[in-house]
């Protein structure tokens, strides 16, 4: 694929969507930025995209032949929503889709691993992103950051269970590769971090380097179900406490090498994350009244935001 196309990022505002978009725009390429209100993005076009007014979709895919794609959210099943774009993609001139999705959640899985599934008899090259949780979750605006401001604790059902946490940076720069490299990856790739921690160790570190002392409150999986319903979906919530069920049995135990062998560098550790931050007076002074301090906002288009934005 030419690198002179254009892409569409749906959710350029968020997460990992600022973050693709910023990195896709340094790099020269043409980048159409969506979001709800066309909020404008340095070296973009901005562009309104709402995943549930269709009249939208025709003036964001105009001209298009890349799109990364981040699900609705807090959608229980982004199928029905995303797969009717995705058709009208196509028949636009789309010639390769790069989906968001979650390490927790497999080809065919719940939520967005129906998308998953359908991707590829959708476009010739696509590659689904699953991320591990993001660090960003307890730096930016997650529910686990303004816990920490508030409460001084991290609230999981995950027990001692450890996660490969990763730099939302690191989730761009593979984005970028898997939308602008010569041939798209054409599958599925697990991202993570350099390293597996638990929710102990997260707590750990963000007391080092604050200086503010944080801790991890465990929960049962009814109690995080209970807790997380009191803001999203009952159904919703449920889903996203199973995934902490999931970890505490061990199911986000692992790293992998894709950061580093598809961008040739190797990915970013929570304690240098958190450092950097510092430096940057993104955290600094504000860490005694929590590490919320960064400039990175909710994703309105998270397939995950009990975790990911």
């Given at each position: 694929?030419?690198?002179?196309?254009?892409?569409?990022?749906?959710?350029?505002?968020?997460?990992?969507?600022?973050?693709?978009?910023?990195?896709?725009?340094?790099?020269?390429?043409?980048?159409?930025?969506?979001?709800?209100?066309?909020?404008?993005?340095?070296?973009?076009?901005?562009?309104?995209?709402?995943?549930?007014?269709?009249?939208?979709?025709?003036?964001?895919?105009?001209?298009?032949?890349?799109?990364?794609?981040?699900?609705?959210?807090?959608?229980?099943?982004p199928a029905a929503i995303?797969?009717p774009f995705l058709r009208?993609?196509?028949?636009?001139?789309?010639?390769?889709?790069?989906?968001?999705?979650?390490?927790?959640?497999?080809?065919?899985?719940?939520?967005?691993?129906?998308?998953?599934?359908?991707?590829?008899?959708?476009?010739?090259?696509?590659?689904?992103?699953?991320?591990?949780?993001?660090?960003?979750?307890?730096?930016?605006?997650?529910?686990?950051?303004?816990?920490?401001?508030?409460?001084?604790?991290?609230?999981?059902?995950?027990?001692?269970?450890?996660?490969?946490?990763?730099?939302?940076?690191?989730?761009?720069?593979?984005?970028?590769?898997?939308?602008?490299?010569?041939?798209?990856?054409?599958?599925?790739?697990?991202?993570?971090?350099?390293?597996?921690?638990?929710?102990?160790?997260?707590?750990?570190?963000?007391?080092?380097?604050?200086?503010?002392?944080?801790?991890?409150?465990?929960?049962?999986?009814?109690?995080?179900?209970?807790?997380?319903?009191?803001?999203?979906?009952?159904?919703?919530?449920?889903?996203?406490?199973?995934?902490?069920?999931?970890?505490?049995?061990?199911?986000?135990?692992?790293?992998?090498?894709?950061?580093?062998?598809?961008?040739?560098?190797?990915?970013?550790?929570?304690?240098?994350?958190?450092?950097?931050?510092?430096?940057?007076?993104?955290?600094?002074?504000?860490?005694?009244?929590?590490?919320?301090?960064?400039?990175?906002?909710?994703?309105?288009?998270?397939?995950?935001?009990?975790?990911?934005?």
């Amino acid at each position: 694929m030419s690198t002179t196309g254009t892409t569409l990022v749906i959710g350029a505002t968020g997460t990992t969507g600022s973050r693709t978009a910023a990195q896709l725009t340094a790099a020269g390429h043409r980048v159409r930025a969506a979001a709800r209100r066309a909020t404008p993005v340095a070296g973009a076009e901005p562009v309104a995209f709402d995943w549930y007014d269709p009249d939208t979709h025709a003036t964001a895919l105009d001209g298009v032949d890349r799109v990364y794609l981040i699900p609705p959210l807090g959608e229980s099943d982004p199928a029905a929503i995303m797969l009717p774009f995705l058709r009208q993609a196509r028949a636009a001139g789309v010639r390769r889709a790069v989906l968001l999705s979650s390490s927790a959640i497999p080809e065919g899985g719940p939520a967005v691993g129906s998308v998953h599934r359908a991707l590829p008899g959708l476009f010739d090259q696509w590659a689904v992103l699953r991320p591990s949780w993001f660090m960003q979750n307890f730096t930016g605006a997650h529910a686990h950051s303004r816990s920490i401001r508030d409460e001084g604790a991290i609230w999981t059902a995950t027990g001692a269970g450890r996660v490969g946490f990763i730099d939302a940076e690191d989730i761009a720069a593979v984005a970028v590769r898997a939308l602008t490299d010569e041939r798209a990856p054409d599958t599925d790739l697990v991202l993570t971090g350099p390293e597996a921690l638990s929710y102990d160790d997260i707590a750990t570190t963000l007391t080092e380097v604050t200086g503010r002392p944080v801790t991890h409150r465990r929960l049962s999986y009814e109690q995080m179900r209970d807790r997380l319903a009191a803001q999203l979906p009952r159904e919703f919530a449920a889903i996203l406490a199973g995934m902490d069920r999931a970890i505490a049995e061990g199911a986000e135990d692992r790293t992998t090498d894709t950061v580093q062998r598809l961008t040739g560098r190797p990915p970013r550790t929570f304690r240098a994350l958190l450092e950097r931050e510092m430096r940057l007076g993104a955290i600094g002074a504000a860490s005694r009244r929590g590490v919320s301090g960064t400039a990175s906002s909710p994703d309105p288009s998270s397939p995950d935001p009990g975790r990911r934005e």
